[in-house]
């Protein structure tokens, strides 16, 4: 059986149940179920990005789940944009509680007051912490399995105390490297994206927004950077003791990443057969598949276990001995983007060889079994390499760069994103060109400058590339 990847909304709906990553048939909506399988991507995913929070000094915490509507209430521009979605409880047991908690949509009401009682002194900052938790929000759009959900459950934040405005751009560009990095492990390419005014995060002065493509050329939201100023503390007081002795409110940012990163991880590698995995981040790197003959069972079975057991000390590996025939083998394992297959038969025993298959490009070698443990390191990375290779032309594919509102308006149908150059008031400019076209304004590409080129819109002088595309 095969899951054609052209009609990608379908296949990813087959791959995620098939290959066992989630369940959504959990009978509350827009709330899924992560099986075993899809449980150890997440746990392989969620630690690269411990793992690069904690190198760049950010401490993981961990804040109870309601928020009193007190709290949430406090700044102004954040309830008037969470306001809406927002699940609350307001009984405890059989008596109506005095004040309604919300369950987190986010954090940043949830940790300020706490921010507000450590912060004394300068000393005290900056206080970087995040936390991997699950935040509710009441979509009323269509759901996704880990794409729109009423539960996010893996959802990373980060929140950020800082001394001036200048630190808390730095720390904006601290994170754009976590963040860099992150993508550019998991093999997911993206648009550094600053998004207009109308669509900044409630309560922000700046948002930046990394966007990727998925297959069917619609954009997919897989993480954000907030510059929150001074907003925040002014309404929660979070203030310090600068050298001078002077009360200064802090400034704040926070950064968010969800479980997209899994669902861009599935659709943007998968193909066909089902999962590619990356083997950084697959839960069996290598499946090892005996050939059994008859009459050769047993020194078929014997190399198999040994092969098991030398790679065991430092791969995840698995040794399919189940009585299902091996192209059922091949199949299952295919599907569930097993990087490595390692196939053992009676003849390849007899030559001292191995065949192997990689699943990123479907080729088959046979190595001399004594040179394995080199060869398997080196074709980890090459298939790292090529799966990262391949996901960055397809990207670049689907992007399509204007030069004029015609040449936009001929793409706009097309399952593209679209690029064009904008003058310095982009975000006005931006919005004329969404008005005439189906494709919605996204914002500015931060990593990609014109040079010599014209606004498409009032024909003054380009400084942006903007962005438009469908999106998730
Ligand atoms: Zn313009």
């Not at 095969?2 to 009978?27: C, G, T």
């Not at 009323?140 to 105390?161: D, G, M, N, Q, W």
């Not at 995995?277 to 050939?291: D, G, R, S």
């Amino acid at each position: 059986m095969e899951f054609p990847k052209e009609n990608f909304s379908e296949w990813y709906q087959e791959v995620l149940a098939s290959a066992e990553i989630v369940d959504n048939r959990y009978p509350v909506k827009g709330m899924l179920v992560w099986r075993p399988f899809g449980f150890a991507i997440r746990k392989h995913v969620t630690g690269l990005l411990r793992e690069l929070l904690d190198e760049t000094g950010h401490q993981e915490v961990l804040f109870p789940t309601l928020i009193p509507e007190t709290s949430l209430d406090k700044e102004a521009e954040h309830i008037k944009g969470f306001g809406g979605e927002v699940y609350w409880v307001t009984y405890g047991g059989k008596s109506p509680l005095d004040v309604k908690l919300a369950l987190r949509p986010t954090s940043e009401t949830a940790m300020y007051p706490m921010f507000s009682l450590w912060i004394r002194s300068h000393a005290d900052l900056p206080l970087k912490i995040y936390q991997i938790v699950s935040v509710f929000r009441y979509e009323t759009k269509h759901t996704r399995p880990l794409i729109r959900v009423r539960e996010v459950s893996t959802f990373k934040e980060a929140h950020c105390a800082l001394r001036t405005e200048e630190e808390a751009e730095e720390e904006m560009k601290i994170i754009d490297g976590v963040y860099k990095a992150f993508w550019t492990e998991l093999g997911i390419p993206f648009l550094r994206v600053q998004r207009p005014s109308w669509d900044k995060f409630a309560g922000a002065d700046k948002t930046i927004a990394f966007d990727t493509i998925m297959p069917n050329g619609r954009t997919l939201q897989i993480a954000t950077s907030h510059r929150l100023s001074q907003k925040f503390s002014k309404a929660f007081n979070v203030v310090y003791e600068d050298e001078n002795g002077e009360q200064k409110y802090a400034y704040l940012t926070s950064h968010g990443v969800s479980e997209r990163a899994i669902a861009a991880l599935i659709g943007v590698h998968g193909d066909n057969r089902g999962l590619v995995l990356p083997p950084e981040f697959a839960p069996v790197q290598i499946v090892i598949v005996p050939i059994i003959f008859k009459g050769k069972e047993d020194i078929v079975m014997k190399k198999a276990k040994e092969i098991y057991d030398k790679l065991v000390v430092n791969w995840r590996v698995k040794l399919d001995d189940s009585d299902s025939n091996p192209g059922d083998k091949f199949y299952y394992w295919e599907l569930r983007g097993v990087p490595i297959r390692i196939e053992i038969g009676p003849r390849d025993i007899q030559n001292k060889v191995l065949t192997i298959s990689r699943r990123d490009n479907l080729e088959k070698v046979q190595i001399p079994e004594d040179r394995l443990l080199d060869e398997l390191n080196k074709l980890a990375e090459e298939i790292h390499e090529n799966i990262k290779k391949r996901a960055m032309q397809e990207f670049k594919r689907k992007i399509v760069v204007a030069k004029s509102l015609d040449e936009i308006k001929k793409s706009d149908n097309k399952p593209v994103v679209i690029k064009a150059p904008l003058c310095e008031d982009w975000e006005e400019c931006g919005k004329k060109v969404e008005d005439q076209i189906s494709k919605e304004f996204r914002g500015i590409d931060l990593d990609d400058k014109p040079e010599g080129e014209k606004c498409v819109v009032c024909g003054k002088p380009a400084k942006y590339y903007g962005v438009w595309s469908n999106a998730y």
